[in-house]
């Protein structure tokens, strides 16, 4: 075991999504928007990190613009079956949900969609039924991200839109 301090080599199955980690943070406001909401803008920050064991921890937090209030949190893992570009999330969310979203790496793109969801009995409605995500590496060395959610009330609409810039220092 490494001593605290010192850098963990990354395990082989994660190459592929090597290029996640690090902190990133959002260079301008995204976009929220949702048929049953008021349009909103937010700040983001991204931690991709790992221990040496074939998964990736992740945090998301996200602020509003103006006030910097702190929104919508994050946190789960990501694991990739090894020998092919099958990757799940498995994320816990401040709202209540917890979620299990599955899809495929494809080069600098991870494409993502539900596969399994749970709430606490007491989840504001409506409900969320289904999330999709898509994480994109750019060419200019940015990373997009577009969410898109279904409720009770409304089928998959984009519903989030932010473009990220790593953190200097980040690995």
């Known amino acids: 075991m490494a001593s605290p301090g010192t850098a963990v080599e990354l395990n082989p199955v994660l190459q592929p999504l090597s ?60 694991r990739i079956q090894q020998g092919t570009n099958r990757v799940a999330f498995i994320i816990a969310q401040n709202s209540g949900l917890v979620e299990i979203e599955e899809g495929e790496l494809t080069s600098n793109q991870l494409k993502l969609q539900t596969q399994s969801l749970g709430r606490i009995s007491f989840a504001k409605e409506p409900h969320v039924q289904q999330i999709s995500r898509v994480f994109q590496l750019r060419p200019d060395g940015k990373l997009e991200q577009t969410v898109s959610m279904a409720t009770d009330n409304h089928p998959l609409t984009q519903h989030l839109h932010i473009i990220y810039s790593r953190s200097s220092g980040a690995n």
């Open 19 to 78: 290029w996640l980690l690090g902190t990133w943070e959002s260079d301008e406001p995204g976009e929220g928007t949702f048929p049953s909401i008021k349009p909103f803008r937010y700040t983001e920050k991204l931690h991709f990190s790992h221990v040496g064991q074939p998964v990736i921890n992740f945090m998301f937090n996200a602020f509003h613009a103006e006030s910097n209030k702190p929104l919508h949190r994050e946190c789960g893992f990501i």
